[in-house]
């Protein structure tokens, strides 16, 4: 990491691990399985050690059928599990914000200063 990466970093709060692993469900959410396949396709015919790495990360990016656990069954289930770390880092600071700044709005029906009360 350069230090202006980390000076941000610090400036801003956040949690760079969370922000790389974020990152890194997003990689494969969006197609990286793809290349996965394709390097799969490229390596077949060429020795034994290539076309059974080349085996071994093909059949990685494809669901099991009903038993067993393969890499492409924790990509969606690591991207929510990254989303729920987030919220609950950020909602401190979120409620903090909330306190700092009330709500303007009014509810004509209620006469409520807010419709949003977090308290």
């Known amino acids: 990491m350069r230090y202006a990466d980390a000076l941000f970093a610090l400036q801003t709060r956040r949690v760079v ?3 790389a692993l974020r990152g890194f469900s997003i990689f494969w959410i969006i197609g990286a399985d793809g290349a996965i396949w394709t390097l799969d396709r490229m390596l077949r ?38 989303t729920g770390v987030s919220i609950v880092l950020a909602l401190p600071r979120l409620v903090r914000a909330r306190r700092e700044r009330p709500c303007t709005c009014a509810r004509p029906s209620s006469g409520s200063p807010c419709s949003m009360d977090w308290e």
């Open 17 to 19: 691990s969370v922000d």
């Open 45 to 82: 015919n060429k020795g034994s050690a290539f076309n059974s790495v080349g085996s071994f990360l093909g059949t990685q990016m494809s669901h099991a059928e009903w038993v067993g656990l393969r890499f492409y069954d924790l990509i969606f289930p690591l991207f929510i599990f990254v």
